[in-house]
């Protein structure tokens, strides 16, 4: 048994780790909406990872391998998904909600900004349940408040992490503060001396 694919010639968005915020962000908006619209049909993807993320010959996201979704409230999820990607009620086989795609997209993004996923390099269950992820350091500036919506992203308490029309919201949030910043910048006119 085999599922064919239209092919994904640009690659994963592992390429990204590192890339500047404004890179990154519309990549993640994209993947929420593709995960906003599993979860209004009741399906939870449960492995959201940059090896899941390919894009297609013209730059558009592809969200791939639904192997490990499971219906929302199911317990028979075929596997638990990637572990630094995975949230602590998943890796502990609870069942499947919503806020575990919001603590995936949030470890993806915590991974593209800051090149590393959660509890990299010295992953363990214990850690992740007893201990919060590192301090969001990212490898190029970016704006706190964003770095504050994805550490929320990443909170234990499903319940305290925002769901995913609240991130698509502060994604597009700080995408449209950026092209505000660079609106003026290009209305701004340097005369000869």
């Not at 500047?20 to 209004?40: D, F, G, I, K």
């Not at 959201?48 to 592809?62: E, H, P, Y």
Request: aromatic share 6%; with cysteine.
């Amino acid at each position: 048994v085999f599922l064919p694919m239209e092919h994904a010639g640009g690659g994963d968005a592992s390429q990204l780790r590192g890339a500047a915020w404004q890179r990154l962000l519309p990549v993640l908006l994209q993947v929420a909406a593709v995960l906003e619209h599993a979860h209004s049909r009741g399906v939870v993807h449960r492995d959201i990872k940059a090896g899941n993320v390919l894009f297609d010959a013209a730059g558009q996201v592809r969200v791939t391998d639904f192997g490990a979704a499971s219906r929302t409230g199911s317990t028979a999820a075929m596997c638990a998904g990637s572990p630094f990607s995975a949230s602590p009620q998943q890796l502990q086989g609870e069942a499947a909600t919503t806020a575990d795609d919001v603590y995936g997209l949030g470890a993806l993004a915590y991974e593209l900004l800051t090149r590393y996923p959660p509890y990299y390099p010295d992953f363990s269950l214990q850690r992740v349940l007893q201990e919060p992820p590192a301090a969001l350091v990212p490898a190029q500036p970016a704006p706190q408040g964003l770095i504050d919506l994805i550490q929320s992203m990443l909170t234990h308490d499903p319940l305290a992490r925002p769901d995913m029309q609240v991130v698509m919201q502060g994604f597009e949030h700080w995408l449209s503060q950026e092209e505000a910043v660079q609106g003026e910048d290009a209305a701004i006119v340097v005369e000869p001396a």
